[in-house]
């Protein structure tokens, strides 16, 4: 890699193996990131320790998930020859930068994040939210951190995050009195925020509103018809609303077509147009999207042994990375090194 190329950007995006990877994160950052390979240097974590922030109870779903989330990644086209695949739990160094990193911010601060507030409500934590839920920000600004990334493809509920990891980065800088660390810039797809197919929130996850990679081309047709559309469109004849409704909100994502979209739009708001042409439209487009996808992965899932060793090869060059930042870090800011 010419990493004297000053347009070359470093670049850490990751997820929590918490699930299947679903459509959200394909058009929130996984379509970009397999664009951004071809030219940068690009970190891929699969973010275990901070999935148990919030599955405590529930080590096996995080650890039978890790694999999961490195098969889809694979699945989507991203290639480990250009892109390091990495696990959180085995970079030591993350946790103690996570660590030190926690006297640069305040409990308030934390709890004043809208991104962790409104996560609180959804898991109905209220006051018993674990501490490390509360603080996985922090551990976030390490893990964008110990790889000196200066870009970061993420969804839209990730911005608040972003903004905290930069007020660290200045406060180490400030203490430091050097640049020791790098700040970073979001990069957010032309769809932030794609609604699960309830329209009740963002797709996640953690709520059963998905529509994963690998769905079957069944599962693909029920989520589908059963998504959320205008309560008040009753006879086909009615105007309609499209704000709000998830099948235009997933047409604006995947449809190609904006002309026939904006068509479409107008043609509902008027009347005359049903859900089901829709539907059936919209259907046929994730069926074409998500059939090679699908086939791919279970290519992959059926040599689990390649797939961990994508994971312990990127894991392995990504020690040296992250364990350098954090001897630049503690000896920048004039720690005593045994
Ligand atoms: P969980 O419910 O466990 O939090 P999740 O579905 O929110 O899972 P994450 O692993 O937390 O997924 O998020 C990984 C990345 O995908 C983040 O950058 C996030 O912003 C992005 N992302 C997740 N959901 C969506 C969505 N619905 N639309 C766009 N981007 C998304
Ligand atoms: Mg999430």
Redesign the pocket.
């Known amino acids: 890699m010419n990493t004297d190329n000053s347009n070359v950007r470093t670049i850490l995006?990751?997820?929590?193996p918490?699930?299947r990877l679903?459509l959200?994160?394909f058009?929130?950052?996984l379509k970009s990131r397999v664009q951004l390979q071809e030219k940068h240097r690009q970190f891929i974590l699969v973010?275990d320790m901070q999935?148990l922030t919030d599955n405590n109870g529930n080590p096996a779903k995080v650890r039978e998930n890790v694999l999961e989330v490195v098969t889809d990644y694979l699945a989507v086209g991203i290639d480990p020859q250009r892109t390091t695949i990495c696990l959180q739990s085995a970079l030591p160094a993350i946790s103690e930068l996570a660590m030190l990193y926690l006297n640069f911010t305040t409990v308030a601060r934390l709890e004043r994040n809208p991104t962790i507030r409104s996560e609180i409500v959804h898991r109905g934590f209220e006051r018993s939210v674990p501490a490390g839920f509360l603080c996985y920000p922090v551990s976030q600004a390490a893990d964008i951190t110990a790889f000196d990334a200066d870009l970061v493809?993420?969804?839209?509920?990730?911005a608040p995050l972003i903004e905290l990891a930069n007020e660290i980065v200045t406060r180490v800088n400030n203490q430091s009195g050097k640049s020791t660390l790098k700040n970073m810039e979001g990069l957010y797809?032309e769809?932030?925020?794609?609604?699960?197919v309830d329209g009740k929130s963002?797709?996640?996850?953690?709520?059963s509103n998905?529509i994963t990679l690998g769905s079957s081309p069944e599962e693909i047709r029920a989520a589908v018809r059963q998504m959320y559309t205008d309560p008040k469109h009753i006879r086909v004849s009615d105007p309609g609303t499209v704000e709000g409704n998830v099948v235009f909100s997933f047409l604006d994502a995947f449809d190609q077509d904006k002309n026939e979209v904006d068509a479409l739009k107008e043609h509902y708001r008027a009347g005359g147009l049903g859900d089901m042409v829709l539907k059936r439209r919209l259907e046929d487009l994730l069926q074409s999207l998500l059939e090679p996808i699908r086939e791919q992965r279970k290519r992959f899932a059926a040599d689990p042994e390649y797939v961990l060793s994508v994971l312990r090869t990127g894991t392995e060059k990504s020690r040296d990375v992250t364990s350098e930042t954090l001897c630049r870090v503690r000896k920048d800011l004039g720690h005593f090194i045994l």
């Not at 995006?13 to 929590?16: F, L």
């Not at 493809?153 to 990730?158: A, L, N």
């Not at 963002?202 to 709520?207: I, N, Q």
């Open positions: 995006t990751g997820d929590r918490t699930g679903h959200g994160h058009v929130g950052s973010a999935a493809p993420v969804g839209e509920d990730q797809s769809t932030p925020r794609l609604p699960g963002k797709m996640s996850k953690s709520s998905s």
